[in-house]
C-alpha cells in the first residue's frame, strides 16, 4: 500500500521545524544593525506558517486523516481532540505573532520582550504538536488504515504546493516571498 502522505506528511513537518528553529536564531541574533531585513524576513517566515502550515497542511490533516485514524482506533479520538485544539489555536496565534512582530517594530524595543516570549512559547508549541502527530498517529495510521484510505490521503497530500517541500510544484505567486525568505534567513532555511 502507497503511504506517499506520511512522507509529505513528515517532509513538510521537517520544513516547518526548520523554519521555526531559524525564526528563533533570528531573534536570537536580533536586529542588530539591519532592523529592515530583520523585521522583512520575519514578517515573511510568519506569512509563510500562516499561509501554508495553517491553511494547506492542516486542513488535510484535520478532514482526512485525523478522522480516518479515530474511525479505526478510537482509543486515540483524546490525542485528536488535542491536535484539533491545537490547529484551532495554532491559527490564532500566528497572527497574534504577527501583530506583536508589526508592534515591536512600530513600537520600539518596549515591545521585544512580550514578541520574543510569545515566539518562544509558539515554537514549544508548534513542535510539541508535530512530536505528537508522529509519535501517535502516524504510526497508529500504519497499523489500521487500508488501501482506500491511503489512496485518498496520498491524492490529497500529493497536491501540496509548498515550495519548501517540493520546488517542482511551486506557485509563481509566491516566489518572492520564499525568494525573500531564504536569501535572508539563517541556515537551515537559508542562505543568509
Same mark, same amino acid.
Given at each position: @500500500?502507497?503511504?506517499?502522505?506520511?512522507?509529505?506528511?513528515?517532509?513538510?513537518h521537517?520544513a516547518?521545524?526548520a523554519m521555526?528553529?531559524? @525564526? /528563533?536564531m533570528?531573534?536570537?541574533?536580533? #536586529?542588530?544593525?539591519?532592523?529592515?531585513?530583520?523585521?522583512d524576513?520575519?514578517?515573511? @517566515?510568519?506569512?509563510y506558517i500562516?499561509?501554508? #502550515?495553517e491553511? /494547506?497542511h492542516?486542513p488535510?490533516?484535520? $478532514?482526512? +486523516?485525523?478522522p480516518?485514524?479515530?474511525?479505526?482506533?478510537?482509543?486515540?479520538?483524546t490525542v485528536?481532540?488535542? %491536535?484539533e485544539?491545537d490547529?484551532m489555536?495554532?491559527e490564532?496565534?500566528?497572527?497574534?505573532?504577527q501583530? +506583536?512582530?508589526?508592534?515591536?517594530? /512600530?513600537?520600539? $524595543?518596549?515591545?521585544?520582550?512580550?514578541?520574543?516570549?510569545? +515566539?518562544?512559547?509558539?515554537?514549544?508549541?508548534? /513542535?510539541?504538536?508535530?512530536?505528537?502527530?508522529?509519535?501517535?498517529?502516524? #504510526?497508529?495510521?500504519?497499523?489500521?488504515? !487500508?488501501?482506500?484510505d491511503?489512496?485518498? %490521503? !496520498?491524492?490529497?497530500? %500529493?497536491?501540496?504546493?509548498? *515550495?519548501?517541500?517540493?520546488?517542482?510544484?511551486? $506557485?509563481p505567486a509566491y $516566489?518572492? +516571498?520564499?525568494?525573500?525568505i531564504?536569501?535572508?534567513? *539563517?541556515? *537551515?532555511?537559508?542562505?543568509?
Open positions: @500500500m502507497a503511504q506517499e502522505c506520511i512522507k509529505v506528511i513528515q517532509e513538510e521537517t516547518l521545524a521555526l528553529r531559524s @525564526m /528563533l533570528m531573534l536570537d541574533r536580533g #536586529p542588530g544593525d539591519e532592523p529592515e531585513s530583520f523585521f524576513v520575519m514578517r515573511a @517566515m510568519l506569512f500562516d499561509e501554508f #502550515p491553511r /494547506l492542516h488535510k490533516e484535520s $478532514d482526512l +486523516l485525523f480516518r485514524v479515530a474511525r479505526h482506533s478510537p482509543h486515540v479520538m485528536v481532540e488535542q %491536535l485544539r490547529h489555536k495554532g490564532t496565534a500566528v497572527r497574534e505573532l501583530h +506583536l512582530l508589526l508592534a515591536w517594530e /512600530l513600537m520600539g $524595543d518596549g515591545r521585544r520582550k512580550r514578541f520574543e516570549d510569545e +515566539l518562544r512559547r509558539y515554537i514549544d508549541f508548534y /513542535l510539541d504538536h508535530m512530536r505528537l502527530e508522529e509519535t501517535v498517529i502516524i #504510526p497508529e495510521a500504519r497499523k489500521v488504515l !487500508d488501501e482506500g491511503w489512496k485518498a %490521503l !496520498d491524492e490529497a497530500f %500529493l497536491s501540496n504546493a509548498d *515550495p519548501l517541500v517540493n520546488p517542482s510544484l511551486r $506557485d $516566489d518572492r +516571498l520564499f525568494t525573500r531564504v536569501m535572508r534567513a *539563517p541556515s *537551515p532555511v537559508g542562505l543568509g
